[in-house]
């Protein structure tokens, strides 16, 4: 595959995430690498939500390996990380639910076992600035990918490329909070899943980023509406509850503010 068109790069800004839980269960969930200029250069990071990272007992990130500088299809490479939750630098407000860890260090764990990475990472100047969620419609085509259910096409080694809409306007804060709702088939897996309106032409124009898959809408026996974080475990549906296609989306703002943290922190 020739990656050429912006929407085949959908394919590879994600990274899938592998754990095993406290109680030893199997989980997973997605991840995806992002790109941010700052005063000596550009870095680049893996993101998820912090749900994902708290609390297991090990985990994993699996990339696909290159090839002259093409992905290597369905030739993937995974990176145990010892101390899973430690390695992760989580968002400094415990209420917004992301966490990131640099990429360099993973690409140098590979390349001392002779693997080259192949990433395509999003560019933090495709995030709308606030003027220009001014221009969005109250409805908008949403794009999303990731491993819903930890489903992926395990042959090719590629996420899955899902699509819905806006349920709030994503110009707004939802609740006072940097989030927006979107109506898409969110699952267990979908957690990290990076979240893109389309703008032009996808196989010229790369979308907007504009957010994170964070939590999904239950109704519980009482009929009462509940957002949850969307569950590693792949058992890991909430009983007695049911989920109704409405996903909670933090804002890609929120997103940009912990990677100005981190550097913050380390850069200073």
């Known amino acids: ?4 068109t912006a929407a085949k790069r959908l394919l ?3 990274v899938r995430v592998d754990t095993v839980l406290a109680d030893g269960s199997l989980g997973s969930g997605t991840a995806f690498v992002i790109e941010h200029p700052h005063p000596k250069g550009r870095a680049r990071f893996v993101v998820t939500n912090r749900h994902l990272v708290e609390g297991v007992q090990r985990g994993a ?5 290159a090839q002259d500088g093409q992905p290597a299809i369905g030739q993937r490479f995974q990176i145990d990380i010892e101390q899973f939750p430690q390695a992760w630098f989580l968002h400094p407000d415990e209420s ?6 640099p990429l360099r260090p993973l690409l140098e764990a590979a390349e001392a076992r002779g693997a080259q990475l192949y990433v395509q990472a999003i560019d933090t100047r495709h995030i709308p600035s606030a003027a220009e969620c001014t221009a969005f419609d109250a409805l908008e085509e949403v794009l999303f990918v990731g491993y819903p259910s930890g489903v992926w096409d395990q042959f090719n080694a590629l ?12 110009e707004l804060d939802f609740e006072g909070r940097p989030e927006f ?7 267990p897996g979908s957690s990290g899943s990076p979240v893109f309106v389309r703008r032009g032409n996808l196989s010229q124009e790369a979308p907007w980023f504009v957010g994170v898959v964070a939590a999904v809408f239950f109704r519980e026996e009482a009929s009462r509406l509940v957002p949850l974080p969307v569950p590693a475990s792949q058992g ?3 009983l007695g509850s049911e989920m109704i296609d409405l996903g909670l989306v933090i804002k890609a703002s929120a997103v940009r503010a912990l990677i100005d943290a981190y550097l913050r922190r380390w850069l200073d």
């Open 61 to 65: 990130l699996v990339f696909t390996l």
């Open 1 to 4: 595959m020739q990656v050429d």
């Open 159 to 170: 996420p899955i490329l899902r699509r819905g809409s806006t349920a709030t306007a994503a």
């Open 96 to 101: 917004v639910d992301l966490a990131l860890v």
């Open 236 to 238: 890991g549906t909430v």
């Open 12 to 14: 590879f800004h994600t």
């Open 181 to 187: 709702l979107i109506d898409a088939a969110v699952y």
